[in-house]
DNA sequence: TTGCGGATTGACAGCGTTGTCAAATCGTAT
DNA sequence: ATACGATTTGACAACGCTGTCAATCCGCAA
């Protein structure tokens, strides 16, 4: 039961264990009828290279992290499908890291996984991935990174990233065409870049309409469904309030249009509610919540690749590791013709 | 930037790199005074073994595999954290492999990862922990491993499971216990072998307590919300459906319960839902799901907890590796007293 | 003091692969 | 036929660690 050595292959095929060594790995200078006949024992003794032996005499791993701030959430678990899947494709192995930056030690702990995994390289995810501290321990210690979403124009590595900013001001076009003038936003977690983006493509389109904010139509939340329900009560108590509420994601839109149904506000009718991701949750719905979809297994694909490409370490810079993913508009129930004469648009 | 490796430390603290494994392993046979000062040339260089020439050497690879059928359900994301956790504390690292046992080469995929990962053992979840197939190339490659929730009273190996049948009859006994008489009951999908563990609670319950179905009570889904709608909308259409509705998951009871909103049947007035997981989503929605509250962290955790003892590979279907853990039943909003005088209790 | 058994330590080989570099082989120009 | 460079192959060491086993050390009894 011992199982099968590259040397064992080597022995049947005649060959030296180098010479097996350059077939599996696919390198050049070895004649084509030698690289049959070994790939033909490969295939017999169904073969598979110890993957710790190779990264031992290698200093490859073909193992490559994933690191999470949030792992139980929705938005982790696209990211890591994608990231699998491709990792699969490219025949690496993904090992995936919880996260908590907050956390007294968080330090000590990626230490531990990039020196004893020696990982190949790693795929940040926000909100870590605008965290100095830990760009300057991942330089330091050598392991490449892609970031996924990050702060800013930042040009300390690779990165994928969305639009969020069109995107935001897509939808928010979107609710203008439908008519609504008087627009509650409810702003995402600070601790996270896209927040910022989100809500400056709300503005953007806001003023480019020429509609203005009155006081309480901007709300911070922070990405939870809890922070959806306590906003929307906020903003919805009053006789006033905004004929269509856009929040950053899809929780805290459904936080607003569960409180609006308790509050017996029909939705769209009396109110329409944007969110932002496509989460499971805004189909789950009722109505279903129109959204704006990210292609989230894709930036993991895509942050998969830029890492194993072998001419990423040397020109982590280059444009050509910068990615910008197309986000879509998807429009469903929750959002509708205004049919309410709101006072804001008189004043 | 080389990384410091046991030789240096040996070198630093005038011992061999032999005493220096000793002291990392935590062996016997080491002087105190002798680990004491290994110990804190250890720290001062901030040394961490590497995890591949470990295992080489040595044939334990400190590496688990979670073997997941549907990555991208909040079921999973629950084990993976648990699992993930757990892992951590043990000094061990987690694997994850999507594994698609529908798939036609899904042998060969596995395969790559025990023979290349040389993987220490495997976390199997439902539905693909009942696979005969996967169950004999585990064993035949020399796998332990430990199933989550597996069918029947497999003795093939430890397990970690929890009452799925007790647990679906207590909530039955919480309906029936507000007074409600006609129950009806929405299936998972068959080929999860806790469907059918949570139907025959159910039956247990209402045999007790002299309730009979009627044909159209019992309806069987897949476990999605989209199979809850469809099946809402089936019972919920006539005039005489139930006054309350028992989903075999919290995906399906939202289903059930976003069908009643549409057609104007107020919950838990008119109707009651509940469901099991105790999902996000069944605390997302309005009203509330009353759940079963299962810990599917630490059902992982537990999986995590066998596989590194060293004696479960010895006699992996011991008594003690084999563990059932406790549920809760969470009462929230969406159920309630039965207000309606159901023909059935006067039949 | 000597001898003995157990505790402690270290030398050495080997885990399965790849990098390096030298050797062998080939084709072709002389 | 000979020599030359390019192509193809293999020998060997090394990656960083642990298993094996022999060597050394210790305390204590004789």
Redesign the pocket.
Known sequence: M??V???DVALRAG?????V??V??GE????PE?RAAVQRIVDELDYR??AF??S???SRSYLLGLFLDDPGSGYAADLQLGALMRCRERSYHLVVEPLDITAPNWAGQIIDSIRALRLDGAILTPPICDSEALLDLLDSEGLAYVRISPRGDATRSGLIEMDDRSAAREMTEHLIGLGHRHIGFIKGDPAHSVSLKRFEGFTDAMTAAGLTLRPGDVREGDFSFRSGLRIGEEMLGGTAFPSAIFASNDDMALGVLITAMRLGIGVPDRLSVAGFDDAPTSRAAWPQITTIRQPKGEMAAGAVDILVDPSYRASPTSAHFRRLLDYELVDRLSTGPNTRDGSSQRS
Chains 1, 2 share one sequence.
């Open positions: 011992r199982p050595t590259l040397k060959v030296s264990p180098k010479t060594s350059r599996i790995n050049l200078h070895v004649r030698v290279p110890n032996a190779r031992l005499s290698s």
